[in-house]
């Protein structure tokens, strides 16, 4: 039983598309994050979610839009998409906000054309 | 704020060798300090975590880590390299009382045989 899951795995889009990425964990974590790996590996924060509130919000473009209907799961929508988007993005879970350790989904690797 | 620096962005190592990754922090009050490995097209997975108790932390498939105060410091080794050790690590940290965790542009372990 994956412990955090999300989709697609793989994502190709044309520019100006809106896409939506899906994510849930069972783990029955409070918080739960989206984070961007660009093509050089490197690994920023774009939202944190504790208890459904949202508590990071990392200087994202508006046209990203997080959604947390419960406590397991945390969506990202993306308006209008840019070439400049093309990453992996990765949900992930920790028990407790920034002090124990994140549990990743496997990413969902957007390209957009 | 806190910080995170991973010194050398590729390391390669012979199969049987010493493995030595290293971090640098910072941060303006007591850390937590993890490291993950990544494998190809997988979402990060933990290897081990600091979190105040014991300065020498022990984590999965050999790996260890030692929290030094006075250098700011969180290096990853391994005694004896594997060739499944091949993987992209990170080195994280977050500040106690913290929201979020601050990722290294992460380290290239390439394992020759």
């Known amino acids: 039983d994956t412990a955090v899951s999300q989709t697609p795995k793989y994502l190709v889009t044309q520019m100006g598309n809106d896409k939506s990425i899906k994510c849930e964990q069972n783990l029955g974590h409070d918080t739960m994050y989206w984070y961007k790996q660009d093509s050089k590996k490197f690994l920023k924060i774009m939202f944190s979610y504790n208890n459904k509130e949202l508590i990071i919000n990392e200087t994202v473009p508006n046209r990203f839009s997080p959604k947390s209907p419960d406590k397991a799961h945390l969506n990202l929508h993306i308006n209008s998409l840019e070439l400049g988007d093309s990453a992996v993005y990765f949900c992930?879970?920790?028990?407790?906000?920034?002090?124990?350790?994140?549990?990743f989904g496997q990413g969902t690797r957007l390209t957009v054309v | 704020a806190q910080s995170v620096t991973q010194l050398g962005s590729h390391v390669s190592v012979s199969e049987g060798a010493l493995v030595l990754l290293r971090c640098n922090y910072s941060s303006s009050v007591p850390p937590y300090l993890f490291w993950y490995v990544q494998y190809p097209n997988q979402g990060l997975q933990l290897l081990l975590k600091?979190?105040?108790?014991?300065?020498l932390v022990k984590g999965i498939n050999g790996f260890e880590a030692e929290f030094k105060k006075s250098e700011t410091s969180f290096h990853l080794t391994k005694p004896s390299a594997h060739m499944s050790d091949a993987a992209e690590y990170f080195c994280a940290v977050s500040e106690t009382g913290g929201f979020k965790t601050i990722f290294g542009a992460g380290t290239r372990l390439f394992v020759k045989a």
């Open positions: 600091y979190t105040s108790a014991a300065t």
């Open positions: 992930a879970s920790s028990f407790k906000i920034g002090e124990t350790e994140a549990f």
